[in-house]
Protein backbone atom coordinates (compact mmCIF):
# COMPACT_ATOMS: atom_id res chain seq x y z
CA UNK A 1 0.00 0.00 0.00
CA UNK A 2 2.37 2.25 0.73
CA UNK A 3 4.40 1.81 -2.48
CA UNK A 4 0.89 2.96 -4.03
CA UNK A 5 0.45 5.59 -2.38
CA UNK A 6 3.89 7.22 -3.23
CA UNK A 7 2.60 7.54 -7.23
CA UNK A 8 0.16 10.32 -6.00
CA UNK A 9 1.44 13.96 -5.58
CA UNK A 10 -1.08 14.87 -2.51
CA UNK A 11 -1.52 12.15 -0.39
CA UNK A 12 -2.99 12.48 3.54
CA UNK A 13 -4.47 9.90 6.09
CA UNK A 14 -6.83 10.18 8.81
CA UNK A 15 -6.37 7.81 11.43
CA UNK A 16 -7.31 8.21 15.61
CA UNK A 17 -5.16 5.40 16.53
CA UNK A 18 -1.39 6.35 15.12
CA UNK A 19 0.48 9.38 15.64
CA UNK A 20 1.02 12.17 13.45
CA UNK A 21 4.83 11.18 13.16
CA UNK A 22 3.90 7.62 12.69
CA UNK A 23 1.25 8.55 10.37
CA UNK A 24 4.66 10.63 8.74
CA UNK A 25 6.26 7.39 8.47
CA UNK A 26 3.95 6.46 5.81
CA UNK A 27 4.64 9.24 3.27
CA UNK A 28 2.07 11.03 4.26
CA UNK A 29 0.13 14.32 6.19
CA UNK A 30 -2.43 13.71 8.51
CA UNK A 31 -5.84 14.80 9.19
CA UNK A 32 -7.00 16.12 12.48
CA UNK A 33 -10.28 15.38 11.52
CA UNK A 34 -12.38 14.38 8.64
CA UNK A 35 -13.83 17.73 7.41
CA UNK A 36 -16.12 17.62 3.92
CA UNK A 37 -14.59 20.86 3.05
CA UNK A 38 -11.51 19.20 2.11
CA UNK A 39 -12.43 17.27 -0.91
CA UNK A 40 -10.01 14.32 -2.12
CA UNK A 41 -10.00 12.31 -5.53
CA UNK A 42 -9.98 8.89 -4.02
CA UNK A 43 -10.30 7.12 -0.91
CA UNK A 44 -8.77 3.87 0.62
CA UNK A 45 -10.25 2.45 3.62
CA UNK A 46 -7.89 0.06 5.03
CA UNK A 47 -9.05 -0.46 8.37
CA UNK A 48 -12.83 -1.50 9.31
CA UNK A 49 -13.27 1.01 12.16
CA UNK A 50 -16.73 1.73 13.48
CA UNK A 51 -16.61 4.99 12.71
CA UNK A 52 -16.08 4.37 8.89
CA UNK A 53 -18.56 1.66 9.10
CA UNK A 54 -21.23 4.06 10.39
CA UNK A 55 -20.49 6.60 7.91
CA UNK A 56 -21.23 4.50 5.06
CA UNK A 57 -20.13 5.04 1.28
CA UNK A 58 -22.08 8.03 1.11
CA UNK A 59 -20.94 9.74 3.38
CA UNK A 60 -17.62 9.36 2.84
CA UNK A 61 -18.39 10.36 -0.84
CA UNK A 62 -19.07 13.72 0.68
CA UNK A 63 -15.38 14.09 1.08
CA UNK A 64 -14.44 13.27 -2.71
CA UNK A 65 -14.73 15.07 -5.81
CA UNK A 66 -17.12 14.99 -8.53
CA UNK A 67 -15.82 11.13 -9.94
CA UNK A 68 -15.11 9.74 -6.52
CA UNK A 69 -12.72 6.35 -6.35
CA UNK A 70 -12.85 4.48 -3.58
CA UNK A 71 -10.98 1.22 -2.39
CA UNK A 72 -12.03 -0.69 0.58
CA UNK A 73 -9.73 -3.05 1.49
CA UNK A 74 -11.35 -4.82 4.90
CA UNK A 75 -14.20 -4.64 1.76
CA UNK A 76 -16.86 -4.04 5.00
CA UNK A 77 -19.25 -1.36 2.10
CA UNK A 78 -21.84 -3.19 0.01
CA UNK A 79 -20.87 -2.46 -4.11
CA UNK A 80 -24.74 -0.54 -4.59
CA UNK A 81 -24.60 1.42 -0.95
CA UNK A 82 -22.63 4.43 -2.46
CA UNK A 83 -24.15 5.77 -5.46
CA UNK A 84 -21.94 7.71 -7.76
CA UNK A 85 -18.68 6.37 -5.91
CA UNK A 86 -16.67 4.20 -8.37
CA UNK A 87 -15.85 1.31 -5.82
CA UNK A 88 -13.59 -1.10 -5.66
CA UNK A 89 -13.00 -3.86 -2.79
CA UNK A 90 -10.23 -6.08 -2.73
Not at 26 to 33: K, M, P, R, T
Not at 38 to 58: C, S, T, Y
Request: charged letters at 30%; glycine letters at 10%; one cysteine or more.
Amino acid sequence: MVTLLKLFKRKVCYEHLLSKEEIAGFGVNALDILDVKFKMDGVIVAVAHDEFKKMGLEDIGKFMNDKPVMIDVRVMFDVGEGKGVYYRGL
